[in-house]
């Protein structure tokens, strides 16, 4: 063994540990996420009846800080899962989705339009039985 890692072999046990965890973690987490999105979602402009923008002013912000911190942490993840086993690119799309960020709409939508990534992303619903993602007019093609 490298003398470096025999110095730092708990060290390295906690990076082969915390890649385990993110393989394991996002082949989980990421499907249900997927599918829970509803099928309109890149078509709306508004956010839907019942939202929780609609809410009291403190569950807008309870529920914001919880999302952008949730996005913000898969986004991180999904960083380190480009390094490590796990799927990386699904993890970031997913955060980045999550945060609240100018222009992420235009972002997300040029991510989505991507006909690969939106193949994978309806290939995963389709899977679970849902309705494939639709997109604005001259955004990418059904996958």
Known sequence: MP?????????????????????????VAIPILIVQMPADYFLRS????GSWRRRHPVVRVAVLIVKNVLGL???VAGVIMLFVPGQGILAIL?????????G??????????????????????AKAGHLPLRLPEGRGRRA
Do not use: C, M, Q, Y
Request: hydrophobic letters at 55%; zero cysteines; glycine letters at 6%.
């Open 3 to 27: 003398a470096w890692l025999n110095d730092h072999e708990t060290l390295a046990w906690w990076v082969i540990g915390l890649s385990v965890l993110t393989f394991v973690g996002s082949l």
């Open 94 to 102: 997913i955060g980045l989705s999550l945060v609240d960020l100018p």
């Open 73 to 75: 942490a898969l986004a």
């Open 104 to 125: 992420k709409r235009a972002f997300e939508l040029r991510l989505i339009g991507s006909p690969t990534v939106l193949h994978a992303i309806n290939a995963i619903r």
């Open 46 to 49: 508004e956010p839907a009846r």
